[in-house]
């Protein structure tokens, strides 16, 4: 298709096989083309084509990444196909790292908008990027007229809001203060902006502001739990407060003032991005536990929360369309890695009908905003992931600069466990364009894949190695279910252990596997411990709400957490111990939720020695490691990333002596973008 051409020829089927294994490509660069081919694209598709399947790309991510190299992507304007079909494009991917990767190339390259369809050319869809500052900007809202977006970004260690001329020009940044500011939204005759800032410490909840657009001092509007919006007749706010055991949905006046309940909602979940329909009768807002988010709507005099859609997956932000008839929501939906997913912008009517997926590709794009005129922007985020071993004997500085990196990849990577020593490591990534496990040798490099599952609605995670090195635990999602599956270093004998369950870990002796049981299809029910050869599962804590166990070196006690929500959302982590681990329980730490995110979803592991239980937390806009002492509940910090945009998710794990960690270490960079061509009349 590139050269007008076949790559390989011959007078039967049998001589055309033979040439495929033994021969050059035919076109690419040569006299026999009819076709001028650029000669880096030439290479690229060369390299699809080696002989030798370790000297080809190693997955549809590094074809991703040499062509949009050779795209308008490294440009301010971006150009991509838009819509093409979910399966088209996992066809596409999946078909790249066999021996006939020239037409996965082309499939590739329609995808990214380098190589064009030979029939007329589909409506493309044009990605201006905004800002370029270094780090992350966030919870874009684009101003009424459409000429001016406001953003927060870190400066410093603090989120600041900003405004920028959509037509060019250095941002301007509105607020100064020593706090963290976000959720930006424009008044609607553009004068002024509303946003948020967090509760301090010593704060139950934090603030609500109204400053003007250029800038100024800010006034105080209300207490709240999170951000607001305006109506579109400038007259009332919708934000969330805590309430006396519930979280409440308020409506009041522009200045906080006469303030009326419209929804009481529970405990335990998260409850973000109030946002008002453009006739101002309803308010819709995004509900979000673990793995499963939806976006709800309640009319603005007061009903029962109905759902807009269904998802049952992971999201990040959501925006009305300009008349009304539906919402533009980010979505994780169709990703198989389950911790810091890649989302895309989807839209769906109002009535939960009409699903249609509206971006595609490696960067995320969240928080969307649209204005009555159609304009969307949304937040484009890029994060990269690799293991490291990190020392834990120095300072949190020193740690971080001694750290060895053990994989270079150029996905995602999460959650390493380390064998019975640190030569061999387990990890979860999407190489080849399904989560899957893979090992690595710390020593040489060197990969191996040993699960193969390409069914998009399953997804894999949390792979544990046993203490003898001779079997892996990991979790599966299917179905909106998780369970626990074994497998062996070699990729063979895979069997299913625990139908329903998560947050798994290994008794030291090997012997028993302990995790919490799927209550609702969320792993808040009671510990249990299983055989790994199978069998009944034993019941170790019977209340409802313990989880993600660890097990002392000598068996003895059992640290576990219970959630604890709190009146501003999201909960506490309380940190508990047993001896014997069916005896009465103590405390030994409570961690706040304001230093866990919901994507970060902590599960501490244990030291080799019994003394600490390490687990990532946030720092601010670092992500760092730490240690909890098991015997005074004390917090020692492992690592210090500064201001670095960083990622933890979930799990790491101790090196065989207990002198390193191993982590999976993402770094991000996000920038507002702004998007033309996603609807029909654009």
Not at 485 to 501: E, F, H
């Amino acid at each position: 298709m590139l050269t007008g051409q076949r790559p390989f020829r011959g007078d039967s089927v049998v001589e055309t096989m033979s040439a495929i294994l033994r021969e050059e490509p035919a076109g690419l660069g040569d006299a026999t083309t009819t076709r001028n081919v650029p000669p880096d694209l030439a290479r690229v598709v060369h390299h699809c084509l080696e002989k030798e399947p370790s000297e080809r790309f190693q997955s549809s991510r590094d074809v991703a990444f040499h062509l949009e190299s050779l795209s308008a992507v490294s440009a301010p304007t971006a150009v991509f196909p838009a819509a093409p079909p979910p399966r088209a494009r996992r066809r596409a991917a999946r078909a790249i790292v066999p021996a006939l990767g020239i037409l996965a190339a082309i499939a590739l390259g329609y995808v990214l908008g380098t190589v064009r369809r030979p029939a007329a050319a589909p409506p493309t869809v044009e990605v201006h990027r905004l800002t370029d500052l270094p780090g992350l900007e966030e919870s874009p809202a684009l101003s009424p007229d459409g000429k001016s977006v406001a953003f927060s970004a870190y400066v410093g260690n603090r989120r600041q809001i900003s405004v920028r001329l959509v037509t060019g020009g250095q941002p301007l940044q509105i607020t100064h203060d020593e706090a963290d500011h976000e959720s930006p939204r424009w008044a609607p005759d553009g004068t002024s902006l509303l946003y948020y800032s967090p509760p301090r410490e010593t704060e139950p909840q934090g603030t609500l502001w109204e400053v003007a657009a250029l800038g100024g001092s800010p006034r105080r509007v209300a207490s709240a739990i999170g951000g607001a919006d305006v109506s579109h007749d400038g007259k009332t706010i919708a934000f969330f407060r805590a309430g006396t055991g519930t979280i409440e949905l308020v409506v009041a006046g522009r200045d906080g003032a006469a303030p009326r309940v419209v929804a009481k909602l529970p405990l335990g979940s998260y409850y973000l991005s109030p946002r008002w329909s453009p006739d101002d009768r309803r308010i819709a807002y995004q509900r979000g536990y673990v793995f499963s988010h939806d976006v709800y709507a309640v009319s603005a005099a007061g009903s029962e929360p109905e759902p807009i859609t269904r998802d049952g997956k992971q999201l990040s932000g959501f925006a009305w369309t300009a008349d009304g008839s539906g919402i533009v929501f980010s979505s994780s939906r169709g990703a198989t890695v389950l911790y810091l997913p890649t989302f895309n912008l989807w839209t769906i009517g109002r009535n939960g009908k009409g699903l249609r997926q509206l971006t595609f590709g490696e960067a995320s794009y969240v928080a969307p905003d649209v204005n009555a005129a159609g304009t969307l922007v949304a937040s484009r985020i890029q994060r990269q992931f690799n293991i490291w071993k990190f020392p834990v004997d120095g300072s949190p500085a020193d740690n971080v600069r001694r750290a060895v990196q053990v994989t270079h990849q150029t996905g995602q990577v999460q959650t390493p466990s380390v064998g019975a020593t640190d030569k061999d490591v387990v990890y979860l990534s999407d190489s080849g364009g399904h989560g899957n496990l893979w090992v690595a040798d710390t020593e040489t490099g060197a990969t191996r894949q040993i699960t193969y599952e390409q069914n998009p609605e399953i997804s894999l995670g949390v792979p544990v190695w046993s203490p003898d090195g001779r079997q892996i635990i990991f979790y599966s999602f299917r179905a909106g279910v998780g369970g626990y599956w074994l497998v062996n270093p070699d990729g063979g004998n895979l069997r299913n252990l625990a139908p329903s369950g998560g947050w798994a870990a290994w008794s030291h002796d090997g012997r028993w596997v302990y995790y919490t049981e799927t209550l609702r299809g969320f792993a808040q029910g009671t510990i249990k411990k299983i055989r790994p050869e199978g069998g009944p599962a034993v019941i170790v804590r019977p209340e409802k709400g313990n989880t993600r166990p660890a097990i002392s070196p000598d068996g003895s006690t059992v640290y576990f957490v219970v959630e604890k929500p709190t009146e501003t959302g999201g909960s506490d982590h309380e940190v508990r111990a047993a001896t014997p681990e069916n005896g009465p329980s103590r405390v030994i730490a409570r961690i706040p939720a304001r230093r866990i995110p919901p994507w970060q979803l902590v599960h501490p592991v244990i030291s080799p020695d019994g003394k600490w239980l390490a687990t990532p937390l946030a720092d601010g806009l670092a992500t760092n490691l730490w240690a909890l002492s098991t015997s005074d509940g004390t917090l020692r910090q492992l690592t210090d990333f500064g201001s670095r945009a960083t990622f933890i998710v979930r799990r790491v794990s101790w090196s065989a002596d207990g002198r390193s960690i191993f982590a999976a270490l993402g770094e991000g960079d996000a920038d507002v973008v702004l998007l033309r061509g996603l609807w029909t009349k654009d």
